[in-house]
């Protein structure tokens, strides 16, 4: 196989090298010179061996330059091993960051990591906001309130959004930073009482915000509290979803409340922004200022990926080739769609992959909810619950069942709530 990088989206074959392919554009990774590493890459490659300790332990660099073959072997990072040697082993003297943490020099944030624990991510100060701006400049939609003082709101799971106490009741100015309204106090937006969504709406008024970012079962629930409210909030000139897959159910009872051009913003906790685009465009792009993205092909689906990231000047906890379990598809326009967790995506019997963007292909266009879960109970069982002011057509069952393929049955429930994870996020698709 030839050398191939995405060259503005394209694939460019260079000579005769096997090399893996990066989401990036061609001027983001460098021009590759023979069998030799990007200079950029190799750079970064090398700084963070410089500031963790981690990497050399588990793969010592020799000092020539970089060949793609050393690359390979390169061990991939997850997140059970980060979880397994904690977030110390990232440092030489972690007594510093302590210091570093009581002097604000340092930040720390707690994901849900995986099954075996949470995991701890520390962030030198500043870490967050500069890749943030940097994820904004990479979108046009974004753009104008990168560099300029601007008010958002966010509604998201507590832990995800804010270091703010879930058990505590904090007033509405202890929720404001640099611009910025943290709406809510708990993580089940399923169980916020009418009391809740009265303070949530009213706080939306009254900031007036350019932008409301949100996880997007979330956000579809505060368009039904505040279509229930008569309320518009016509300031607000972008909604970013992001903490969570988005189906198009969510986006379309968004849009009906808030009627503004809405942007997939993708990242984590650990690794930062990575994509951005225009919902449901299939059209988001590596944001190449913030990491480098390999992609390697995934249980042979044409043009499916796993992503390993590199993060681009992080002092502490620098991610290298880091698999973050997540699963993208690159589309003919040279976009990608991020189809979600590969522990959310479901292989038919003919091996083609079902994803949340295909059950929302199946749905009929007249149902409305506000928002669904897939859940197989079986070997060819499906369960789909979903949240509506109506019932759902009954051709809904079958279309789904349809797409699945086999002799699936699903059967629909309507139900009052869906329950999240511990994490406070939604699951759109669940297989065995």
Same mark, same amino acid.
């Given at each position: ?38 200079? @950029? ?8 061996? &410089?500031?963790? @300790? ?5 793969? @010592? ?22 979880? &397994? ?110 009391? &809740?969504?009265?303070?949530? /709406? ?6 007036? @915000? ?20 008569? /309320? ?82 992080? &002092? ?86 349809? /797409? ?29």
């Amino acid at each position: 196989m030839g050398l191939q990088i995405f060259r503005d989206a394209t694939v460019t074959t260079v000579d005769c090298i096997d090399v893996p392919l990066f989401a990036n554009r061609a001027d983001a990774l460098g021009r590759a010179s023979g069998e030799l590493l990007p200079a @950029p890459l190799e750079s970064e490659i090398r700084r963070i061996y &410089e500031r963790s @300790p981690l990497y050399g332990a588990r793969f @010592p660099l020799h000092e020539e330059p970089l060949q793609w073959g050393c690359y390979r072997e390169i061990p991939a990072l997850s997140k059970q091993e980060i979880v &397994e040697r904690g977030h110390t082993a990232f440092f030489d003297d972690y007594r510093l960051v302590e210091r570093g943490l009581q002097e604000k020099r340092f930040e720390y944030e707690s994901t849900s990591g995986t099954t075996a624990g949470p995991m701890t991510v520390i962030m030198e100060e500043g870490w967050w906001d500069a890749q943030t701006r940097r994820a904004y400049r990479a979108h046009p939609l974004l753009a104008p309130f990168a560099d300029k003082p601007h008010r958002k709101c966010v509604l998201a799971p507590v832990g995800c959004s804010s270091n703010l106490c879930p058990y505590e009741d904090h007033p509405f100015p202890h929720r404001y930073f640099d611009g910025t309204v943290y709406l809510n106090l708990s993580s089940d937006p399923f169980v916020f009482p009418e009391s &809740e969504w009265d303070r949530i /709406v009213v706080e939306l008024q009254a900031v007036q @915000p350019d932008i409301l970012e949100g996880e997007p079962v979330y956000l579809s629930l505060l368009a039904r509290a505040a279509r229930k409210r008569g /309320v518009s909030v016509p300031s607000i000139k972008v909604v970013i979803l992001t903490y969570g897959k988005a189906s198009l159910q969510h986006s379309q009872r968004v849009a009906e409340v808030f009627p503004a051009p809405q942007v997939d913003l993708y990242g984590s906790t650990e690794a930062g922004y990575l994509f951005v685009g225009e919902a449901f465009k299939d059209d988001s792009r590596v944001i190449d200022e913030n990491a480098f993205v390999e992609l390697a092909p995934w249980r042979g689906a044409a043009d499916v990926f796993q992503i390993y990231v590199t993060t681009r000047g992080r &002092e502490a906890m620098p991610l290298l080739r880091y698999y973050t379990g997540d699963i993208v598809r690159r589309m003919p326009t040279g976009g990608f769609r991020l189809l979600g967790r590969e522990r959310d995506l479901f292989f038919r019997e003919d091996g083609a992959v079902v994803s949340a963007s295909e059950i929302d292909a199946a749905i009929p266009a007249e149902f409305r909810c506000w928002h669904h879960s897939l859940v197989q109970t079986g070997e060819s069982r499906w369960d789909f619950h979903y949240v509506a002011d109506d019932t759902a057509p009954e051709s809904l069952a079958g279309r789904i069942a349809e /797409v699945l393929g086999g002799r699936t049955r699903v059967n629909a429930f309507r139900r009052r709530s869906i329950t999240p994870a511990a994490s406070g996020k939604f699951s759109l698709l669940k297989p065995l």
